[in-house]
């Protein structure tokens, strides 16, 4: 048919578009790798394969490619690929619009909804600070800001084992510290998160306005993380690279189902 819009295609970035030097060294990828970010020293940061930079470019071509990301909107312009201005920002706290601008409406129920979680931030903070100190863990922390907003806290390890993250994040649940919070973990990233800000809200919110805007049309998703799967669902269509938590998770559960059956012997293999 004429005239009929473009595909929308609401994409996660990190570990699903591309990924960090380090994390293709540990999957012992040797091929060419296409700078896709750059760190705030201007290095290059995050890579590209050729098969994901192929990819990337088909969407660019006949899609609107939306980030939806982790990434604050400083962080996020730093990423050096072709998409359009609009994006969701710091795990849903921040959406902007086609000319790169703050959506005020969606700034306005995040300033209501975090309201009380401000204060509630800085002292967890200050409790995960204490117990680094503790416990002689090198870590760093600190509160997100954007547009004037306490929108989540990020703890990183440096040069550390993963278990200190699970523990950490174990002993403030225990605590009870965590209570209207949800936890995401990335490699060597923590990010404790008040509920009000996720992905899959703003992604709800984004597809009202362009429904509004476009009429009804294609919407597509990837994303590679379990905490991703809130915002595919709102998706006609979803996809997720072989090698990410989702794969795994399913390629998991699905092996447990089919040996509860008595119909498989081993794990499927997604890889």
């Not at 609401?10 to 091929?31: H, K, M, N």
């Not at 996020?76 to 920002?89: I, K, M």
């Not at 200190?164 to 990010?191: E, K, S, V, W």
């Not at 009804?216 to 690279?241: A, N, Y």
Request: aromatic share 8%; hydrophobic share 40%.
């Amino acid at each position: 048919m004429p005239n009929e819009p473009a595909p929308l295609v609401l994409a996660d970035l990190d570990d699903t578009l591309f990924q960090t030097g380090r994390r293709l060294d540990l999957a012992g990828v040797e091929q060419p790798r296409i700078t896709a970010t750059l760190g705030k020293d201007g290095a290059p940061m995050s890579f590209m394969t050729p098969v994901q930079h192929q990819f990337v470019s088909w969407l660019c071509r006949h899609a609107e490619v939306v980030p939806v990301t982790a990434r604050s909107v400083e962080a996020l312009q730093r990423v050096q690929l072709p998409f359009g201005r609009r994006a969701v920002c710091s795990h849903g706290a921040v959406i902007l619009d086609a000319h790169g601008k703050t959506v005020k409406a969606w700034q306005l129920q995040m300033q209501q909804q975090l309201a009380d979680y401000a204060p509630r931030l800085q002292t967890l903070l200050a409790e995960v600070q204490a117990e680094a100190l503790r416990n002689n863990w090198r870590l760093r922390s600190w509160v997100v800001e954007e547009e004037g907003l306490s929108a989540y806290l990020v703890v990183k390890q440096e040069h550390q084992d993963d278990h200190i993250l699970r523990t950490l994040a174990d002993t403030l649940t225990a605590g009870g510290q965590l209570a209207g919070f949800y936890q995401h973990m990335n490699g060597n990233n923590l990010a404790l998160l008040p509920n009000p800000v996720n992905k899959k809200a703003a992604v709800m919110f984004l597809l009202e306005q362009d429904r509004q805007q476009q009429g009804e049309r294609v919407v597509l998703g990837f994303g590679d993380s379990l905490s991703d799967l809130g915002f595919l669902g709102e998706c006609h269509w979803w996809g997720t690279p072989r090698q990410g938590q989702i794969a795994h998770w399913l390629a998991d559960e699905l092996a447990d189902h089919l040996q509860r059956k008595g119909r498989y012997d081993h794990a499927p293999d997604f890889d």
